[in-house]
Structure formats: C-alpha cells, structure tokens
C-alpha cells in the first residue's frame, strides 16, 4: 500500500470517529459511560484494596454488616450464630441509615447466617439485631418468648429487597 493511501485512510477513520462522537446520543454515551468509568478508574487504581473497594461500593450496607460480625469474630462466636435481622423499615424508623441486606448477601459480606422475621426458621435465631438510641446493637436471644416478641415486632415492618 502506498503512504498517501495510508495517510488517507487515516484521516477518513479520524473524520468518522469525530462525526460518530458529534451526535447527541454518542456524546451523552461517552460522558456517562466510558468518562464515568475511567473517572472510577483513576480513583480506584490507587487502593486495589478489595475491603476498601466493597466499602465504597455498598456503603452502609457493607460497613454495618462488617460491623455487626466484628462482634462475633471479637467473641469468637462465628460457628455457632443464627442471626435475626430486621428490616430497613425498622432501622429508618429508629433513626439509623441501615439498607439490610437479604440473608444470603449478608452471608457474601459476612459469612454469618441471617434470618428475617418473615422466615419460618427466625425462631432458631440466637442472637438478634436491633436499633437502640440511633445505634445498632447486638443481643442474644434470651429465650423464645423474647425471641416471638422481636420476631412479631419486626414484622410490623415490611422486608423489601
């Protein structure tokens, strides 16, 4: 191939590539997708950290969670707990910015069981989690009446996922 073909062809793949990104609909594209990305991108590069990721990506979700399985870890109590989590109904309600996640997601970020009120098996639960003066806490299950009370309490609150 000649140079002149080259340089030619060049300049037509500019021009095409400088129309194509001119419509509206291209633009907006490349603003919201790809600039966004590589924004996440140069902040992301800096701290590979896969912990310090997940805190950025699911905020309270993730860092209450983590929070709440400290306590376990720090007792060395991880074996032997069943979880009974309420809804973020009942933590808006209680002044606290905790988006629940569903047992199985709790379980991804934690490794601890989770059950919700709605679910047959919260009566097994051994520990529970409530909100207290704007603070999560967490409390075993002293016995089942305690346990009926907390499960009928939070019922009273809807599960959304």
């Known amino acids: 191939m000649r140079p002149e073909k080259n340089i030619t062809l060049l300049a037509i793949g500019i021009i095409v590539l400088a129309a194509f990104f001119m419509l509206p609909a291209n633009r907006d594209w490349m603003a919201q997708r790809v600039l966004h990305y590589w924004k996440d991108f140069t902040v992301q590069k800096n701290d590979l950290s896969p912990e310090h990721r997940k805190i950025r990506r699911y905020q309270n979700a993730y860092t209450f969670s983590k929070r709440i399985a400290g306590y376990f870890q720090q007792n060395k109590l991880t074996d032997q707990v069943l979880l009974l989590v309420p809804p973020a109904s009942y933590f ?6 905790y988006p629940v996640p569903e047992p199985a997601v709790f379980y991804y970020y934690t490794g601890l069981k989770t059950v919700w009120a709605n679910s047959p098996e919260a009566i097994n ?3 529970i989690v409530k ?3 704007g603070e999560v806490i967490v409390d075993k299950a002293a016995d089942k009446s305690m346990l009926a009370d907390s499960i009928r309490s939070y019922k009273k609150y ?3 996922l």
């Open 158 to 160: 809807p599960y959304r």
């Open 125 to 127: 639960a051994n520990w």
């Open 92 to 97: 808006s309600a209680h002044g606290v910015n």
């Open 131 to 133: 909100a207290v003066r």
